[in-house]
């Protein structure tokens, strides 16, 4: 049943007023509004429900059995619609009844129990995915995700969506671990088989558009589609490949079996960020993405960088400068 125009929570608000202070008058004066004003708003609400709420014969006013209804069961009905609103804009005090968040699998890696075990409390139920990051996009469009924490900015031209910043990280290069340290290793990498990550991914398809920037035709290697995929197949000597210190950082066991360089000319990156629907969630989103810097931070790339001591200069965390060079996604 669709309700009537003109039965409105300001309407029932408004006929409440009227009725406890026993005119129109005076609640005109409480709610700021004109007599006529008050008036209007009741005749309206008593043609949509299609009853008299008061006896107008009757002075000061008295409420009609219809009017003794409404407002018997409007208060419950005030009361209800002032705490919904408050829980809206406060949600971040009250847990969410499930709360849906999709990742790339190369962020995942990092994030699925820190995330968990610091904001476990703030939902009833908790949905993490990782996968396909382009699919996950427009699976947030249809508002099967409540959140994306992505690499990603094809989402920046929607108005609804709220972006909150993680960290950048530099694309590196990783080669078997018998390649030989190269001025320029692109150009003494170009030859060899390339180890591509999933066109299907925006990591992947990010690398691809630098390629072709560079105009360099790679040959024809293989595809995958996980981190662990794309370093173990560079350390078993089955080519080389780009990748960024998140990938790197998540499996160290193949670390030892691989050679990690600085891109030395045409460096670019990628913004993390998480994403969700503007006005959603109260401070939820914000403070999700505040934790995942505290982890992503004090997480395994310390360690990494450790190891690879230039690999601090390619992450910039939020805050801190923009470093030179291409910054699409």
């Known amino acids: 049943m669709k309700l009537p125009s003109g039965f409105d929570l300001n309407s029932i608000e408004v006929f409440m007023l009227t009725a406890e202070f026993g005119g129109m008058t005076q609640s005109a004066q409480h709610l700021g509004m004109t007599q006529s004003a008050v008036s209007q708003t009741i005749s309206k609400l008593e043609a949509a429900l299609g009853v008299r709420l008061f006896d107008r014969g009757m002075r000061p006013l008295a409420l009609t059995p219809s009017g003794k209804l409404l407002l018997r069961d409007g208060s419950n009905l005030i009361a209800a619609a002032k705490g919904l609103a408050r829980e809206v804009r406060e949600g971040s005090e009250h847990p969410a009844e499930c709360v849906t968040i999709a990742m790339a699998e190369s962020i995942a890696n990092h994030l699925t129990a820190p995330l968990l075990q610091g904001i476990g409390g703030r939902a009833l139920s908790w949905q993490l995915r990782s996968g396909i990051s382009l699919l996950q996009h427009h699976e947030f469009l249809a508002r099967k995700l409540d959140?994306?924490?992505?690499?990603?900015?094809?989402?920046?031209?929607?108005?609804?969506?709220?972006?909150?910043?993680?960290?950048?990280?530099?694309?590196?290069?990783?080669?078997?671990?018998?390649?030989?340290?190269?001025?320029?290793?692109?150009?003494?990498?170009?030859?060899?088989?390339?180890?591509?990550?999933?066109?299907?991914?925006?990591?992947?398809?990010?690398?691809?558009?630098?390629?072709?920037?560079?105009?360099?035709?790679?040959?024809?290697?293989?595809?995958?589609?996980?981190?662990?995929?794309?370093?173990?197949?560079?350390?078993?000597?089955?080519?080389?490949?780009?990748?960024?210190?998140?990938?790197?950082?998540?499996?160290?066991?193949?670390?030892?079996?691989?050679?990690?360089?600085?891109m030395r000319r045409a460096q670019f990156r990628r913004h993390i960020q998480l994403v969700s629907r503007r006005g959603e969630f109260g401070t939820l989103p914000r403070d999700i993405a505040t934790l995942a810097t505290e982890s992503l931070r004090n997480g395994r790339l310390p360690a990494l960088a450790e190891v690879l001591p230039w690999l601090s200069a390619t992450i910039t965390w939020p805050g801190e400068p923009a470093r030179n060079g291409d910054a699409e996604d």
Not at 167 to 185: G, N, S, Y
Not at 227 to 255: K, R
């Open 147 to 262: 959140m994306l924490i992505t690499g990603s900015s094809q989402l920046e031209e929607v108005e609804s969506v709220e972006h909150f910043p993680i960290m950048t990280e530099e694309f590196i290069l990783i080669a078997p671990i018998d390649f030989p340290v190269a001025d320029d290793p692109i150009d003494a990498l170009k030859d060899r088989p390339f180890i591509r990550y999933s066109l299907l991914s925006a990591m992947g398809q990010r690398i691809e558009r630098q390629i072709a920037r560079m105009r360099l035709q790679l040959p024809n290697g293989v595809e995958v589609d996980s981190t662990l995929q794309q370093l173990s197949s560079v350390a078993a000597g089955l080519g080389w490949s780009i990748t960024t210190p998140l990938c790197l950082a998540s499996h160290p066991d193949v670390l030892p079996r691989l050679r990690a360089m600085p």
